[in-house]
């Protein structure tokens, strides 16, 4: 009987941009669940590896590990946690690296150079290592995994043990000393992905939430992704870059991942599935959404939506062509119903522009049946939302940007009136040229990109890129500007908002 193959996944440090004051101008993510490691580990565990998580968020240490300059200030980069350096790299067979955020590349590369050049094999899986792989193996990567869909994963592992069959790598294109990988069949569905054991789950449990704050008694946050791919394909987005159609899992099988969650601890379960309701577009779709709901809430659970929910789903037409755009009220109420100690206490919603047309912002829905929604969504009790909007798209111009904060404030006002509990906050994420997207191919080909720097230009709160109208320090402006709208619960939460809060105080709110 041979030795079982040990398998080391890690988990990268959180980073932080620090001005000269010492304040951070990035989101700093240390302690939220570990959404993509619990998938990857339940599956590499039913395939019978020895798999351990290396979480280097863990630890209070900071680390230096280099610089840049942004607006006249020179940033210090930072990580904080621990060093790859305390872990041998015989430790394991096998090291797994999952780089998902432009902004981590630097330590990613540093973390493969130093196992490579101890001897360790190191595989490198993520959705920037999908958009850029040659970097990872010149750092030393010995694959570079193209498939997010776990397809291939166990082939890939025998593969860097040295027991997979030629036939099998015939998809393989060779770079320099490394390999890419991508699967030739289907991608695998999440209804396949093994369910975790607890002890997984409840190593991949966290205390925070990238959208805000969450009262003590929905902590800890366990982490359900439910489908993958999505059936839109926005320039900005990676998504369709990945090739996996539109795949999910049954109410049955949903529901034993939210219940794993619950026997970890969990009180409060973050699901940031690419389109969960994308199921809606055929017919039994609606009724699955409406039995996941139940059982979550069966469980007594709450969801919290990060990633957003595209609210077109959301109406009577099922944003099909044509379809009639009335909310579904029944629908609605599953999604963000909140009765005080389960249901949906959060919501990320990507917002809309007051625009008509497409030249400039491709649209969801128009604006009027938006706010409709939208306060079809606040009657169902949800206490707090998190409204995204992207700042500095190519066409953004100081008028533009003066009729979205003018339409937001009305948004807020409206739906204080509906509810004046509602925790409303306008999150103005700056533009981040995601590699591979058609968006950041025209960037570069008009050249907007003023900072090309990873931890620039992966960050949510550092504009890089100016627009036809627009410096990138103009849209760094407006961010600062359109952070003033809505409640300060936010930005007692996250440090970058209360940065860019620093300049002015907030508008008051009309009375209601």
Request: with cysteine; charged share 20%; glycine share 10%.
């Amino acid at each position: 009987m041979g030795t079982v193959t040990r398998i080391g996944l890690v988990e990268l440090p959180a980073i932080k941009l620090c001005d000269p004051s010492g304040k951070n101008w990035t989101a700093f993510r240390q302690h939220e669940p570990l959404v993509s490691k619990q998938i990857l580990m339940a599956q590499l565990r039913a395939y019978g590896y020895l798999t351990s998580l290396i979480n280097l968020k863990c630890g209070s240490q900071e680390h230096l590990f280099g610089e840049v300059r942004w607006r006249g200030l020179l940033l210090q980069k930072k990580f904080g946690g621990n060093s790859i350096e305390g872990y041998p790299a015989d430790m394991f067979d096998v090291w797994g690296i999952t780089v998902n955020y432009m902004q981590e590349r630097e330590i990613a590369q540093r973390i493969i150079r130093y196992l490579a050049s101890q001897g360790g094999r190191v595989v490198v899986g993520g959705s920037d290592a999908l958009a850029e792989p040659a970097m990872y193996l010149a750092a030393g990567a010995m694959v570079v995994v193209t498939d997010k869909s776990g397809a291939i994963n166990r082939s890939v592992i025998e593969y860097v043990m040295g027991r997979a069959a030629d036939s099998e790598w015939r998809q393989m294109t060779v770079t320099g000393g490394g390999k890419i990988l991508g699967r030739r069949g289907p991608a695998l569905s999440p209804e396949d992905w093994p369910l975790p054991d607890v002890d997984v789950a409840i190593a991949c449990l966290g205390t925070q939430y990238w959208e805000g704050e969450i009262p003590p008694f929905l902590l800890p946050i366990g982490s359900a992704i439910v489908d993958i791919g999505c059936d839109r394909k926005c320039d900005f987005c990676q998504t369709p870059t990945y090739k996996l159609g539109y795949k999910s899992m049954s109410p049955g099988v949903a529901l034993k991942w939210f219940a794993k969650q619950k026997e970890a601890g969990a009180r409060s379960v973050i699901c940031p599935s690419d389109q969960f309701l994308g199921r809606v577009l055929w017919e039994e779709g609606r009724r699955e959404v409406l039995r996941i709901m139940e059982g979550i809430r069966e469980l007594g659970l709450s969801v919290l939506w990060g990633n957003g929910l595209e609210l077109k789903k959301a109406t009577v037409g099922r944003g099909l062509p044509g379809g009639d755009l009335t909310p579904d009220n029944e629908l609605c109420e599953a999604l963000w119903g909140w009765d005080g100690r389960i249901g949906c206490y959060n919501a990320y919603i990507p917002g809309e522009r007051p625009v008509r047309g497409e030249a400039a912002y491709q649209k969801l829905l128009p604006w009027e049946e938006h706010v409709r929604l939208m306060r079809t969504m606040v009657q169902t009790g949800i206490p707090d939302i998190s409204y995204g909007i992207i700042v500095g798209l190519p066409d953004d111009s100081a008028d533009e940007l003066s009729r979205l904060e003018d339409a937001l404030y009305e948004l807020w006002f409206l739906l204080k009136r509906e509810n004046p509990n509602l925790q409303f906050r306008v999150i103005p994420f700056s533009l981040r040229p995601l590699p591979g997207t058609t968006l950041t191919k025209g960037l570069a080909s008009e050249g907007l990109v003023a900072n090309p720097d990873p931890a620039v230009c992966g960050g949510f709160w550092t504009a890089c890129a100016n627009t036809r109208y627009m410096t990138y320090e103009a849209v760094s402006d407006w961010q600062a500007r359109l952070s003033q709208i809505g409640d300060l619960r936010y930005a007692r939460h996250q440090g970058v908002t209360s940065l860019l809060r620093e300049a002015s105080q907030p508008q008051a709110i009309p009375a209601l």
